[in-house]
């Protein structure tokens, strides 16, 4: 494939990311970007206010870091590429699968960009998605402490939560579904899995303008053991205790505090309004 000269590439790191693994991802795509005569430029601490000098723009780290990004330049319009230099890393493997590191920078210098819907809850922008309920307690349990790629924390803090998540009571409602009681989780989905392999909205789509529902009702501690591995593989949707639709915007209200978590990041409040804006920004993919 020809390869544009003219492309001035902004490689933003999260050096948190990945336990420093993005840090170290973001210096091999500079030295195969130099191999080429493609000029960039890393930014590590200190990001720009803007990326007006560039053509496109790398972002190295994980679904954490993709949700930052979007919150802080939410009107970019240049084409953007997320690596996986993260734990969970859920939407990047949306886009490029199991593509080597590589074949995704030969994908990123030559595809075209393609629109990609975000999704907005209570103000804040998301990508991947909101977990609410169960999801929302293990992502509280994980914040500040280390991580281990993959899907292994998740599932550790997942083993310890199952026998002592008490479900909740929830009201939610969209333009045509309402479902109000108790309920162990509610999953918002603009990707289709979580947790760094958990296939929660299997058939989610990210170019839809919609976002997936998946509902679960409340079960017992030994269900939940049951149905772990059924959700992990995205075999759920047609259990009876699985609620599966979808809508362009929701509200969904509980009378105790809500936990969830944006993208992995933990969150509480009272009440959430989501809603989908389709082909938001731009990805080569």
Same mark, same amino acid.
């Given at each position: !494939?020809?390869?544009?000269?003219?492309?001035?590439?902004?490689?933003?790191?999260?050096?948190?990311?990945?336990?420093?693994?993005?840090?170290? $991802?973001?210096?091999?795509?500079?030295? @195969? $970007?130099?191999?080429?005569?493609?000029?960039?430029?890393?930014?590590?601490?200190?990001?720009?206010?803007?990326? #007006?000098?560039?053509?496109?723009?790398?972002?190295?780290?994980?679904?954490?870091?993709?949700?930052?990004?979007?919150?802080?330049?939410?009107?970019?319009?240049?084409?953007?590429?997320?690596?996986?230099?993260?734990?969970?890393?859920?939407? &990047?493997?949306?886009?490029?699968?199991?593509?080597?590191?590589?074949?995704?920078?030969?994908?990123?210098?030559?595809?075209?960009?393609?629109?990609?819907?975000?999704?907005?809850?209570?103000?804040?922008?998301?990508?991947?998605?909101?977990?609410?309920?169960?999801?929302?307690?293990?992502?509280?349990?994980?914040?500040?402490?280390?991580?281990?790629?993959?899907?292994?924390?998740? $599932?550790?803090?997942?083993?310890?939560? /199952?026998?002592?998540?008490?479900?909740?009571?929830?009201?939610? @409602?969209?333009?045509?579904?309402?479902?109000?009681?108790?309920?162990?989780?509610?999953?918002? #989905?603009?990707?289709?899995?979580?947790?760094?392999?958990? &296939?929660?909205?299997?058939?989610?789509?990210?170019?839809?303008?919609?976002?997936? /529902?998946?509902?679960?009702?409340? /079960?017992?501690?030994?269900?939940? *053991?049951?149905? *772990?591995?059924?959700?992990?593989?995205?075999? &759920?949707?047609?259990? #009876?205790?699985? &609620?599966?639709?979808?809508?362009?915007?929701?509200?969904?209200? #509980?009378?105790?505090?809500?936990?969830?978590? !944006?993208?992995?990041?933990?969150?509480?409040?009272?009440?959430?309004?989501?809603?989908?804006?389709?082909?938001?920004?731009?990805?080569?993919?």
């Amino acid at each position: !494939m020809q390869i544009a000269v003219d492309k001035k590439i902004a490689i933003v790191c999260n050096v948190l990311a990945g336990v420093g693994r993005a840090s170290l $991802l973001a210096e091999k795509i500079a030295i @195969q $970007l130099a191999s080429k005569n493609i000029g960039h430029v890393i930014f590590k601490e200190d990001w720009p206010t803007d990326f #007006s000098y560039f053509t496109d723009v790398f972002i190295v780290g994980g679904d954490g870091t993709l949700n930052y990004f979007i919150n802080q330049y939410p009107d970019i319009d240049l084409p953007l590429v997320i690596f996986n230099g993260g734990t969970g890393n859920d939407f &990047h493997w949306l886009l490029y699968a199991n593509k080597t590191l590589e074949e995704q920078i030969d994908v990123a210098l030559n595809k075209s960009p393609k629109p990609i819907d975000i999704g907005k809850c209570n103000g804040r922008y998301f990508i991947n998605g909101v977990g609410i309920g169960f999801e929302g307690a293990v992502a509280k349990d994980l914040t500040g402490k280390k991580k281990h790629s993959g899907k292994t924390s998740f $599932l550790i803090t997942v083993l310890k939560n /199952i026998f002592t998540y008490r479900s909740k009571n929830y009201w939610i @409602q969209s333009a045509n579904e309402l479902f109000q009681g108790k309920k162990l989780l509610v999953d918002i #989905s603009n990707g289709a899995r979580a947790g760094g392999g958990f &296939h929660i909205a299997p058939e989610a789509k990210a170019d839809d303008g919609f976002l997936d /529902i998946v509902i679960v009702d409340s /079960i017992n501690p030994l269900q939940r *053991l049951m149905y *772990l591995p059924v959700i992990e593989k995205g075999k &759920h949707l047609k259990i #009876s205790i699985v &609620h599966h639709y979808l809508t362009r915007e929701i509200c969904i209200a #509980s009378d105790q505090i809500i936990q969830y978590h !944006m993208d992995g990041e933990y969150f509480e409040d009272q009440k959430l309004v989501i809603e989908v804006l389709p082909a938001k920004v731009n990805f080569r993919y």
